[in-house]
Every structure is written in C-alpha cells, then in structure tokens.
C-alpha cells in the first residue's frame, strides 16, 4: 500500500491547474510563428512599392554630361544652303504694222510646220526653175502634205504680216519668234484662199494652225513654200534649222 503524502498531492493538483495555461501558451507560440513570414514579406512589398512611387522631388538630379575636344581636332564648318536665281530674259521687241513696238516672249517647243513633213520637193538652195519667174536659188522648203492640210506656226510669236499677194507667195503669212534670245521670222506662202486664219498683232503659239495648204501665187502645185531669216534679212536653210531644234 502506498502512502501519497500532502506535498506530493499539491504539486499534482499545481500541474493540472497549469496544464490548460501551458496549452494556450503553446498554441499562440505557433500562431505567432506562422504569421511571421507573412507579416515580413507585407512589409518588404510596402517597402518597395514606396521607393517605386516616390515623390519626384525625392529623386536626385542627374549630372549634366561633358564632352572634352582636344585643340588638334579640327571642326569642320556646315555649308548653309544657297541659291542662284536668274532673271528671266528679256522679251524681244518688234516694230509691228499698225501696233508699234511689240514685246516678243521666249519660246522654247518648236513644232514642223506641217503635220506631215516627210514630203518635199523643193529643198533650200540652187534649183532648175521651174516656172515663168520662178527664181533659180529657192530661199525656202517646199513641203507636199497634199491640199487643205494645215499650216502651223512653229513656235510661239507674233503675226507681223497676213496678206494676199497676187504674185510670188499668194496668200502667205509671216510670224516673229523670240527663240534662244534671237528674233527670227518664218514665213508660210502659198495658202489656199479662205484659209487664212490669222491678223497683224496677233499673238500665235507653238502648233497653232495659221491657214491651209494651197497653190496661189507662182506655184505649180498645192505645196507649202516655208522660209526662214534672222534681223538681218538673210534666208536660210530651215530644214536644216528644224532637224536642229524641233521639240514636239
């Protein structure tokens, strides 16, 4: 039989009591653990999300950045841009019948006069004549594009003469150019009547139908007789002039 003594009960009694106090301690020491983690991870986030969206006057300034040159290297100077301008040339004047002095543009395209200039008789130069007064040197072209065809100005300018001249060229048309800066004049005999379709003054241009191919004057057939000359009165070779210059 065994004998528990009054001191030995005590200490038991002390445990039970302190058993469900020990419990408590023990289930918060857990809770405490595992909410540690967590709580510093929280923190660490709320750390780095303030220094993302600090305020800018907390941002420092950065450094201006310098560029050192040593005295042996050249700079080399940057062309500004430049440009030539050119006055326009100035216009040709000619003394027109009945209009006075007439300023005569520069052109530039130069037209045949005819549609279809493969067909010739007559060329510039020394010829049999061919008809009772009919000169033995042909001052001009005598283009066969067939009767009624038109009759073009070459290039720009102005008629300075349109008449009907019962001898010689017949009806025939003379018009002014300022070309390359030089005043030429082209003539166009021969033209049927009516045809005409141009005055004196009139201001014609490159391609412009100035009449229609006939047979008046000192002709033998329906031809366009074409001349040309310069200031100073002098015929010479247009087809020659034409294969040089023509344009369109």
């Known amino acids: ?32 653990a595992t909410s540690v983690p967590a709580l510093a991870v929280t923190a660490t986030d709320t750390e780095a999300r303030a220094s993302v969206y600090a305020p800018a006057d907390t941002i420092g300034s950065l450094e201006g950045q310098t560029l050192e040159v040593g005295p042996d290297v050249a700079v080399a100077p940057v062309a500004s841009e430049s440009w030539d301008v050119e006055a326009a040339p100035p216009p040709i004047t000619s003394s027109v019948a009945g209009l006075g002095s007439v300023a005569i ?25 061919g008809c009772s007064g009919c000169s033995a040197f042909h001052d001009g072209i005598d283009f066969l594009p067939g009767v009624g065809s038109p009759i073009l100005s070459i290039a720009d300018g ?7 001249d019962s001898g010689g060229l017949g009806n025939y048309v003379e018009v002014q150019h300022n070309i390359g800066g030089e005043l030429l004049t082209t003539v166009y005999g021969h033209m049927l009547d009516g045809s005409m379709q141009v005055s004196v003054g009139d201001r014609v241009t490159a391609g412009q ?8 004057g000192q002709s033998t057939g329906p031809h366009l007789h074409f001349e040309m000359y310069g200031t100073d009165g002098v015929r010479f070779d ?11």
């Not at 003594?5 to 002390?14: N, W």
């Not at 139908?209 to 008046?216: D, I, M, N, R």
Request: hydrophobic share 50%; proline share 5%.
């Open 1 to 32: 039989m065994t004998v528990r003594t009054a001191p030995a009960a005590r200490k038991r009694s002390i445990l039970r009591a302190a058993l469900p106090v020990l419990a408590m301690t023990f289930a918060g020491g857990i809770a405490l």
């Open 105 to 129: 543009i520069e052109t530039g395209t130069i037209v045949w006069p005819v549609v279809d200039h493969s067909r010739m008789s007559d060329v510039f130069g020394p010829r049999l004549s």
């Open 158 to 164: 102005v008629v300075v003469t349109a008449t009907s």
């Open 209 to 216: 139908q100035l009449g229609a191919v006939g047979s008046t």
């Open 238 to 248: 247009g087809l020659a002039w034409l294969n040089a210059h023509v344009t369109a």
